[in-house]
């Protein structure tokens, strides 16, 4: 059977509204730069995001069996150059 247990600790707030989360919940939940604030009835939620690498790890993947080593801004540049010849002087 599954238990709730609650944690519960007291954060100071600055005047700028910052407050920080305890370390052993940062950890625990996996907080990293970027949170998302979400407010609910019972008061505010915070959601750690996904790093871009948990979030597009596969598309990487994807894009590196295709492409090898070539950057991202190596194929804009070659679309840019294929454009131009399409459409010269536009």
Do not use: C
């Not at 996904?50 to 790890?57: D, I, M, T, V």
């Amino acid at each position: 059977m599954n238990q709730l247990i609650s944690i519960t600790h007291i954060v100071s707030i600055t005047s700028k509204g910052q407050a920080t989360i305890p370390k052993e919940l940062r950890e625990k939940y996996g907080f990293k730069n970027k949170a998302r604030v979400i407010a609910t009835p019972e008061g505010i939620l915070f959601k750690p995001l996904p790093s871009p690498e948990e979030e597009f790890g596969s598309m990487k993947t994807d894009f590196n069996e295709k492409y090898g080593d070539t950057s991202v801004w190596d194929l804009l540049d070659k679309e840019k150059r294929i454009e131009d010849q399409l459409e010269p002087g536009v």
